[in-house]
């Protein structure tokens, strides 16, 4: 499909073909975004679970040493910001960090994978009108569902730290307090709404980050898809190609990180007492 689109000029349907969802449920749910998440998690908590079954107490192999770093890695990362116990915290910092990163790798796999897969299978015109992307974060569905999941958990701490009315208070009292029942209740309206905002931002910044970068990247890779489409262009085309894939992968790994170290972040700023 990228040879032809590139040879009659086809590259904006090239790439519109390649940013449209496979949808079902009256077009708002993304069954591409939500097939290959689920996938890439069940495949994560398989490779953990079977190293961790496999455990031993003696001189780790190669895979067993490289899940024992990731872990002690992450551990490390959460114990640095996160002051209270991780009993949960530091799986749920795993799971984000290592899904983010699964998710965030296939955009390394070819473009055009999908489709010549479907038309070895079922011909062209099937491939032509099959609609699979493979990058779920860079699905604004993905990431505001994953954010949204970490801001009820940030409600559901800054509960448990305060209370139930503790919480409530600190919504109309902070950050501008003012002694006496006059101040408190002018301060009251506004707390309450810089405390909104301050809540909204966070998931919202979360998920706006993680899918710009992926989403960007995505794009690139189409651009030099249907640069190396043509013949002129095809040694020029793989060179840019290699260098953006490797310099992705920094952004990849970079990406995950910063979402799974928010996310704990948002956390312990929860959990604190004020």
Not at 72 to 82: A, N, P, R, S, T
Not at 107 to 122: F, N
Not at 200 to 218: D, H, Q, T
Request: with cysteine; net charge negative; glycine share 8%.
């Amino acid at each position: 499909m990228a040879a032809e689109s590139g040879a009659s000029g086809g590259l904006t349907e090239y790439i519109q073909h390649h940013l449209t969802h496979n949808r079902v449920a009256d077009q708002t749910v993304h069954l591409d975004s939500w097939a290959t998440a689920l996938g890439l998690g069940l495949l994560f908590c398989l490779w953990f679970w079977m190293f961790a079954r496999k455990a031993s107490a003696g001189v780790p192999g190669k895979g067993q040493a490289f899940v024992e770093m990731v872990v002690e890695f992450v551990d490390g990362q959460v114990k640095d910001v996160f002051h209270g116990s991780r009993t949960f915290i530091a799986p749920l910092a795993l799971t984000i960090f290592m899904w983010v990163f699964f998710m965030n790798a296939m955009d390394l796999l070819p473009l055009d994978l999908i489709g010549l897969g479907v038309q070895m299978i079922a011909g062209h015109e099937v491939a032509h009108h099959t609609y699979w992307r493979v990058v779920p974060t860079a699905d604004l569905n993905t990431t505001f569902a994953m954010s949204t999941v970490v801001f009820l958990l940030t409600i559901f701490y800054s509960i448990k730290a305060k209370g139930g009315w503790g919480f409530t208070k600190e919504l109309f009292t902070a950050p501008f307090h003012m002694e006496g029942a006059g101040g408190k209740a002018v301060m009251a309206l506004p707390n309450l709404a810089l405390n909104i905002v301050e809540y909204l931002s966070k998931p919202v910044s979360l998920a706006m980050r993680l899918f710009g970068n992926m989403y960007g990247g995505e794009l690139v890779f189409m651009l030099i898809a249907g640069l190396a489409a043509s013949w002129v262009t095809f040694v020029p085309g793989v060179l840019f190609n290699a260098a953006w894939a490797i310099f992705h992968i920094l952004i990849i790994l970079l990406q995950a990180f910063i979402f799974m170290v928010l996310s704990v972040v948002y956390l312990a700023m929860a959990h604190e007492h004020h």
